[in-house]
């Protein structure tokens, strides 16, 4: 059975939750500030441990804490040398000194021998334009499932057409570190809406801003980087000019740039407002943890799953269908 | 001209100086405008291609100038100060790229006697006489022979090797006779070649080039760049940075910024510095606060160097102010243009978020309303080698970097450059001199 529900219900959309537009090239993030549900939630990068691989498409996750749970980041994966590196398609709760086996995993790098080991922890998180596959894919234990996808996504960017994630994050991670610097995490951010050209593609929930800290590199430059990257080449850098009265002086280009960015933030304000109109139809295969639900939900132009603590949701991964990004990307 | 216009094309990169086989004249696409600077100013011409930032590819252009060029206007003070640039020249240039231009002013019938004397100076002086003979013999021939005269030449070279004649008379700008008088025989394929063949010119090239690194900039990077090996200030402030806020420490500061400060040339006149400390410059691991340090140790020795000094902070806060918030250029260059100052320059890592492109915006605007205010960028690196491909938030504005203390000098004369008042211009031309007499002295040694 499918349950109805509106977007609205699933965050909350005043305007006083939302920091001021940062922008990079087509790629602009909103802060988004919510509660911070304290330590109970594990963040990703020091609450939550790869342990192994027990043959290709079977990661074993643990949670080294005595206490508390780890919501497994939708969509993590990791990048080791001398491995096949391996991402999940899910995500999932993790309690403290539990390890849970993911038996849907899939591989991203095809043709490449070797084992994940414990020893290091980098991750990242998947490119925007896979997501819909890889979640669409949950639950199929195939660990090759995603190849194809990886490989038009290569062929997309020029590069080889191999099922290779590598040659995308490694390959152009120089470029994609930069994002990092281009867009910065606010204190006490839990969360961010990020739009192409204006329009949203991507809505990110963390229970705190510890855990959105630890997430936020991995989710900027590998996902919606990788994403941005893309609309750039689509698009190319938007060339347009302030307008402005020459002789007006200093005062008169500082009042057109004011104007220019409060068209911004309307811009802005309009996708979000678009936004909060969808309608989502979330899944009844709900994953539950004490009092914490896990759920996939789906409208026409995004999906995701979401994490709620009663009907308050501490934790959101939604982002937009193929076909919705690849309309934003074209402007 | 303007010093501002000089120095920016100056220290603007161009194609290569071109000389085909059978051209009559090199192609140098901006021929017109050094001829223009030439004739505007000979000696700030010809000292400015010592500045700081200046383009080897514009150092060429300004050598083939001055040696193409009549002197015959000059007094003798300027001509002295115009042959020891050319001789400087002549030496820090590729000596590959110093025979072409040599052969540039063959072609266009350039025979002025400083030119002869020029070349004829770099060749019987230059270390490594016998190397560049074996090596490019046609061109040194042709060398020779263009600034003796044909006949001139061949019969000096006969004169070397005829027992019989009285020894030639020898040119009086050679220091050993004896080397000349062992390879122009074989330049002029009357000879066999010199026996011993003398260091590598292209390997004494490089040495030299090693040998002056250090001079106007800092030395060459070490292999690996940390927080402590790129100047004193930053060091310190790192350490303050790093939650060390003791006595010891800022006095520490307060004495490495004088020391530094002291080095530097006055301006008299507001400079108005937009500091970039937001979050981004914060960096992180090993380079934790590295950026920042950087870009703060260079604001306060710049606000020693001038009358008057206004920063305007982007993000941070405190003092030194600790990296926060976010990145708006912007508005901070319009805030420091309205304090109406003579120069404003940009202190930054060279990442704008908010709301990216807002600065090349107002930087077009700028130049659209004809604002007369010079606006520089300066960039502050970890590395001498990281990469700004990314990190020019707005691309058309002038702009200089720097990673280590030792480059506040240059940034500093390369923001004296744009500005155009007599006193900056009598301050820089000061400056100039001084590099001339360094140039000289370390080439000496």
Redo the contacts between chains.
């Keep these: 059975m499918m349950i109805a529900k509106n977007c609205q219900e699933l965050m909350d959309f005043s305007p006083q939750r939302f920091g001021?537009?940062?922008?990079?090239?087509p790629l602009t993030m909103v802060p988004y500030y919510g509660l911070d549900r304290g330590s109970r939630y594990t963040p990703p990068l020091s609450g939550l441990k790869l342990s192994k691989v027990k043959g290709y498409g079977n990661v074993e996750m643990k949670n080294p804490h005595g206490e508390g749970v780890a919501i497994v980041p939708l969509h993590i994966g990791y990048i080791q040398d001398g491995a096949q590196n391996h991402c999940l398609c899910r995500s999932a709760f993790i309690g403290g000194k539990q390890e849970i086996m993911f038996r849907d995993a899939c591989c991203v790098q095809q043709s490449i021998g070797g084992y994940l080991k414990e020893k290091e922890q980098w991750f990242f998180i998947l490119p925007l334009q896979l997501r819909e596959k890889a979640l669409r894919l949950r639950g199929v234990e195939e660990y090759g499932k995603l190849w194809p996808a990886i490989t038009e996504l290569n062929q997309q960017f020029g590069l080889k057409t191999k099922g290779h994630l590598d040659y995308l994050l490694c390959g152009e991670r120089?470029?994609l570190n930069?994002y990092r610097?281009?867009?910065?995490?606010?204190?006490g951010q839990t969360g961010a809406l990020f739009l192409i050209n204006g329009h949203v593609v991507g809505l990110e929930l963390t229970p705190t801003p510890e855990y959105f800290k630890e997430l936020w590199s991995a989710l900027l430059c590998f996902c919606y980087g990788v994403a941005a990257m893309q609309a750039t080449l689509k698009k190319g850098l938007?060339e347009s000019?302030?307008e402005?009265e020459?002789?007006a002086?200093?005062a008169?280009?500082?009042t057109?740039?004011l104007a220019?960015?409060a068209e911004?933030q309307e811009t802005v304000a309009t996708a979000v407002q678009e936004f909060s109109r969808q309608q989502f139809q979330q899944d009844d295969k709900q994953e539950q943890y004490v009092d914490l639900a896990m759920a996939t939900v789906e409208s026409a132009s995004f999906m995701g799953q979401v994490v709620f603590d009663g009907s308050d949701i501490v934790y959101a991964s939604i982002f937009a269908k193929q076909a919705a990004y690849h309309a934003a990307a074209r402007g | 001209m303007s010093q501002k216009t000089l120095y920016g094309h100056l220290t603007s990169e161009q194609p290569p100086l071109v000389l085909g086989r059978k051209a009559v004249a090199p192609v140098m696409g901006d021929i017109d405008f050094h001829e223009q600077a030439f004739a505007g100013d000979p000696v700030g011409y010809a000292l400015a291609a010592l500045g700081p930032s200046v383009k080897p590819v514009q150092q060429e252009r300004v050598l083939y100038v001055l040696l193409k060029s009549s002197w015959a206007a000059l007094v003798d003070e300027h001509r002295q100060v115009l042959e020891r640039v050319v001789r400087v020249l002549a030496r820090i240039i590729h000596p590959d790229r110093v025979l072409l231009i040599f052969l540039a002013l063959r072609r266009v019938r350039a025979n002025h006697k400083h030119a002869s004397r020029a070349m004829l100076e770099f060749l019987a002086n230059h270390p490594c006489l016998e190397d560049l003979a074996l090596r490019r013999r046609q061109v040194v021939r042709e060398v020779f022979e263009h600034a003796l005269g044909v006949n001139t030449a061949r019969g000096w070279v006969k004169s070397m090797i005829d027992e019989k004649q009285a020894p030639a008379s020898l040119p009086r700008f050679r220091h050993d006779p004896e080397r000349v008088r062992a390879v122009a025989p074989y330049v002029f394929k009357l000879h066999n070649p010199p026996s011993a063949p003398g260091q590598n010119y292209l390997r004494e090239h490089t040495a030299l080039h090693k040998k002056l690194s250090g001079l106007f900039e800092a030395a060459s990077q070490p292999k690996t760049v940390t927080a402590m090996n790129r100047g004193r200030i930053s060091a310190t402030l790192v350490q303050i940075y790093r939650g060390g806020e003791n006595r010891e420490l800022l006095d520490a500061l307060d004495q490495a910024v004088r020391e530094e400060a002291a080095k530097l040339p006055f301006f008299q006149g507001r400079l108005a510095l937009v500091l970039d400390a937001?979050?981004?410059t914060r960096g992180y691991g090993e380079r934790e606060y590295c950026n920042v340090a950087q870009s703060v140790a260079l604001t306060k020795v710049l606000e020693r160097c001038c009358t008057e000094c206004k920063v305007f902070m982007v993000g941070g806060n405190g003092d030194p102010p600790r990296p926060?918030g976010?990145t708006d250029m912007?508005?901070a260059l319009?805030d420091a243009?309205?304090w109406s100052p003579d120069l404003a320059a940009i202190v930054t890592?060279g990442?704008?978020?908010?709301?990216?492109?807002?600065l090349a915006?107002?930087v077009?605007?700028?130049r659209?309303?004809?604002?007369p205010t010079p606006v520089c960028f300066c960039h502050s690196k970890f590395t001498a080698k990281d990469?700004l491909e990314?990190?020019r938030p707005a691309p058309d504005m002038p702009e200089t970097e720097f990673w280590h203390q030792a480059d506040f000098k240059n940034v500093f004369l390369y923001l004296l450059g744009q500005v155009d008042t007599d006193l900056v211009k009598q301050s820089m031309a000061g400056q100039m001199q001084e590099h001339l007499r360094a140039y000289e002295q370390r080439i000496q040694t």
């Design positions: 001021e537009p940062q922008q990079t090239g120089p470029r930069q610097n281009q867009i910065e995490v606010m204190p938007d000019k302030i402005f020459a002789s002086g200093l008169g280009l500082r057109a740039l220019r960015r911004l | 937001s979050e981004s926060e976010m912007a508005t319009l243009l309205e890592d990442y704008e978020n908010r709301l990216s492109g807002d915006q107002v077009r605007g700028l659209e309303m004809g604002q990469s990314l990190r």
